[in-house]
T-cell receptor
């Protein structure tokens, strides 16, 4: 069964450093997402991406964050200058664009645990 | 915007019993609802979904009920097994197709 994959599984970085989290969405999916989950808290939406541009973004997704689809398979989240409060699990998700724009299921990857020291 | 609330952070059930996990949402225009299961250290795993034109949907051992009048959603797991132990999240699809997650209910199954 196709699945979303993410690398690395765990990333440790120093405050102020740049990190890039990588995702390979399900191959025929067209809509891509990043979410984050701070330990013990809800999963929170960060950004959605469709047709090579950001579709929606939350207040969390400030100028320190960017997303890119550098090739036909990868989808990346970059944090330019990490802060302590960026420590969280980051989940990538993808979905097949539904007919007439109808919502359909988002499938999640296993996550990258980001630890900022 | 949408807010999604949980009713019970922890639910403990005996193996073999039925489990019911509840969720409330705020936006009456929400039209698509999903239940996810999250095991420790893993990503949310899709269980079952329901659209607003339905009030009940069944899967294998799971049933989702939607009451749009009171903006309430529930997940029923029949004959709960130890492998069902996890955190269960309801998620509501909003305009732009982003999901708003509830706080999650930790289901613990006692042997």
């Amino acid at each position: 069964e196709p699945e979303v994959t993410q690398t690395p599984s765990h990333q440790v970085t120093q405050m102020g450093q740049e990190v890039i989290l990588r995702c390979v969405p399900i191959s025929n999916h067209l809509y891509f997402y990043w979410y984050r989950q701070i330990l013990g808290q809800k999963v929170e939406f960060l950004v959605s991406f469709y047709n090579n541009e950001i579709s929606e973004k939350s207040e969390i997704f400030d100028d320190q964050f960017s997303v890119e689809r550098p090739d036909g398979s990868n989808f990346t989240l970059k944090i330019r200058s990490t802060k302590l409060e960026d420590s969280a699990m980051y989940f990538c998700a993808s979905r097949l664009l539904g007919l007439a724009g109808a919502a359909d299921t988002q499938y999640f990857g296993p996550g990258t645990r980001l630890t900022v020291l | 915007g949408e807010s999604v609330g949980l009713h019970l952070p922890t639910l403990s059930v005996q193996e073999g019993d039925n489990s019911i996990i509840n969720c409330a949402y705020s936006n009456s225009a929400s039209d698509y609802f999903i239940w996810y299961k999250q095991e420790s250290g893993k990503g949310p795993q899709f269980i079952i979904d329901i659209r607003s034109n339905m009030d009940k949907r069944q899967g294998q051992r799971v049933t989702v009920l939607l009451n749009k009048t009171v903006k309430h959603l529930s997940l029923q797991i029949a004959a709960t097994q130890p492998g069902d132990s996890a955190v269960y999240f309801c998620a509501v699809n909003n305009a732009g197709n982003m999901l708003t997650f509830g706080g999650g209910t930790r289901l613990m199954v006692k042997p």
